[in-house]
């Protein structure tokens, strides 16, 4: 019931505009941002104490009782899921979130390895790879191009491993969105009704 309720009180918060940047709420209370991505045991120790109205330090409160709750009561797979769920909320952190989710999430799979439930991290982390490669330069194509396949090992690779995984499926999707096939058509605004038109590759 106490999981049930935290959820409840974490989506309730979450939801909640408060007109005030997470940011400028943290470093009122000299929390840096990067902390939010602590190991649980040293996130847990926040000294978040959210007044009233700061209905964005009250989710990141629910969450470090509910991430202290479950490793008191070891259970480690939900711990791990609400982790990954916490990573999510961070991404309004957008700056924090790119530089210091990759360790974490590296980590945690370090530490997941050889489990099926490490899908879950991977899935967070080939986000992050989808992030990344969507943010290159296009005329950087040699370094796109090595990047994109470090992603489509990984995830070839975990789907072969954890093909029974009941939501093995997500990486099936995110693989299947990567190798599916597209060109791109660019050329001036206006054509004139009888000139002649050449796509070229």
């Known amino acids: 019931m106490y999981d049930f309720l935290a959820r409840r009180a974490i989506e309730f918060f979450g939801q909640v505009d ?13 929390i840096t941002q990067e902390s939010l991505f602590s ?18 330090l009250w989710a990141l409160e629910s969450y ?12 480690d797979e ?15 952190l957008s700056s924090a979130h790119t530089s210091a989710a990759r360790p974490v999430l590296e980590n945690l799979l370090e530490k997941w390895e050889g489990n099926d439930i490490s899908v879950e991290v991977i899935d967070k982390l080939s986000q992050l790879y989808q992030q990344e490669i969507d943010l290159m330069d296009p005329a950087d194509s040699i370094q796109a191009k090595e990047k994109t396949g470090e992603l ?22 995110r693989l299947s969105q990567l190798t599916q096939p597209f060109f791109t058509i660019s050329g ?13 590759s």
Do not use: W
């Open 64 to 75: 470090r009782k509910l991430l202290g709750s479950l490793k008191q009561r070891s259970m």
């Open 78 to 92: 939900s711990l791990l899921l609400t982790e990954l769920e916490m990573f999510d909320y961070l991404r309004k």
């Open 188 to 200: 001036a605004s206006t054509f004139p009704i009888e000139g002649e038109k050449k796509a070229e």
């Open 152 to 173: 489509y090992e990984l995830l070839k690779n975990t789907i072969s491993i954890f093909p029974k995984y009941e939501r093995i499926s997500i990486l099936e999707n």
């Open 18 to 30: 408060t007109g005030e940047d997470l940011s400028y709420t943290l470093a009122k209370r000299n």
């Open 39 to 56: 190991p649980v045991e040293d996130f847990v120790k926040l000294p978040f104490n959210p007044e009233l109205r700061e209905y964005n």
